[in-house]
């Protein structure tokens, strides 16, 4: 890991970046524990005239494919190792979900397993990041 940047305008980019991460993690909270307030708050109606909250889903794991494939592009396998690490989780709460709501073995398993699989993919990577000095 890198130490502090020196300049002033490094310095005020990577605070803003941190705290970008920090609004976005709020608004996924917000999301989880109050969804219909943050669901208006983000201009959907109520209750929803359609699938818009299935595209906002779709339009976040597109990103999140891009950012993946980004990542692979510029060989930044740190990065990758902790996408696929919280992506794990996300996996995992996925199955969760899926249990509390259906109970259907297919999807539940789906989820499980490739929580598995970014978890094994995460390890891997960590130690490809670390031989290559990154981690």
């Known amino acids: 890991m890198s130490s502090w940047p020196r300049s002033k305008l490094d310095r005020i980019v990577l605070v803003a970046c941190g705290l970008g991460g920090v609004l976005l993690i709020a608004i996924g909270v917000r999301y989880l524990l109050v969804p219909d307030a943050a669901a208006r708050a983000f ?3 109520y209750p929803m005239k359609g699938s818009e909250l299935h595209y906002v889903v779709g339009l976040r794991n597109i ?3 891009l950012l993946a494939m ?3 592009a510029l060989r930044a396998w740190s990065a990758l190792a902790l996408w696929f690490a919280t992506g794990a989780l996300v996996c995992f709460a996925d199955a969760a979900i899926a249990a509390a709501s259906s109970g259907k073995v297919g999807p539940i398993a789906f989820h499980v397993v490739s929580g598995v699989i970014c978890v094994a993919l995460a390890g891997l990577l ?3 990041g670390a031989r290559q000095g990154q981690a």
């Open 126 to 128: 960590l130690g490809k």
């Open 43 to 45: 201009g959907l109606a």
């Open 63 to 65: 990103w999140l494919g």
């Open 70 to 72: 980004g990542f692979v």
